[in-house]
């Protein structure tokens, strides 16, 4: 069975623009959480989707939004990047919405310059 | 607000012998941790887990030990093996809101063979 799968693997924008990210969850993971991680520190939680509802928010600006799909894949958007949005972005699947293990995909590496 | 503490950005410990890696945490709702393993270029594995009802969790060489009152938890691994090298994440969460999951900064971990 293929893992959590991330698009793109890197990304370049310039402050400003726009960078919608991708995420496809385990077959049969009906929650998608998303991280940020930036150089030095742990993932921090953005979003939660289940049963694509949001279930859980971290705290993160209005600029930051995201969705799940039918087939339980999910986006993030992120509008007007500043150049403290460069980090590396986790999709995380999950079962369900408990405390079921959270796999982690490879990350997209976004660079705002 | 950094609610999971991961205070040694690294540690080195030579093959065969024991490792010792520590978390803290301030927020007395969280009630399940978990440790995850990160090389490079990779989203995090998990690694295990442990529930606040328990002191002690044990699965083959890794074993995370949980002090609930000095809000405390510490993940050993013996005997420690090179390809163990890697950034280990403490993380937690409260069950009453398990979509929300508070990384530690990281240690990096190096096994000298």
């Known amino acids: 069975d293929a893992g959590v799968t991330q698009s793109p693997t890197h990304l370049i924008k310039t402050r400003g623009q726009h960078v919608t990210l991708r995420c496809s969850p385990i077959?049969?993971?009906?929650?998608v959480s998303w991280y940020q991680q930036v150089l030095g520190q742990g993932p921090q939680f953005i979003f939660q989707?289940?049963?694509?509802?949001?279930?859980g928010r971290g705290n993160f600006p209005d600029r930051f939004s995201a969705r799940q799909f039918p087939n339980y894949s999910s986006e993030l958007n992120v509008n007007a990047l500043l150049l403290g949005d460069s980090a590396l972005y986790l999709c995380?699947?999950?079962?369900?919405?408990?405390?079921?293990?959270?796999?982690f995909g490879p990350g997209t590496r976004l660079t705002v310059l | 607000d950094q609610q999971v503490k991961q205070n040694s950005p690294s540690l080195s410990v030579q093959e065969g012998r024991i490792s010792i890696l520590n978390c803290d945490y301030t927020?007395?709702?969280?009630?399940?941790f978990l440790w995850y393993k990160k090389y490079p270029a990779e989203g995090p594995t998990f690694l295990i887990s442990?529930?606040?009802?328990?002191d002690k969790n044990e699965d083959g060489r890794f074993t995370v030990f949980l002090n609930k009152s000095a809000k405390h938890l510490s993940l050993h691994i013996v005997p420690s093996q090179p390809g163990d090298s890697a950034v280990y994440f403490c993380?937690?969460?409260?069950?009453?809101?398990?979509?929300?999951?508070?990384f530690g900064s990281g240690t990096k971990l190096n096994v000298k063979p």
């Open positions: 993380a937690a969460m409260s069950l009453y809101n398990f979509n929300k999951f508070y």
């Open positions: 927020n007395s709702m969280f009630d399940y």
């Open positions: 077959s049969g993971h009906k929650s």
């Open positions: 989707y289940y049963e694509k509802e949001e279930r």
């Open positions: 442990i529930s606040s009802i328990k």
């Open positions: 995380a699947s999950q079962r369900g919405r408990s405390s079921d293990t959270q796999y």
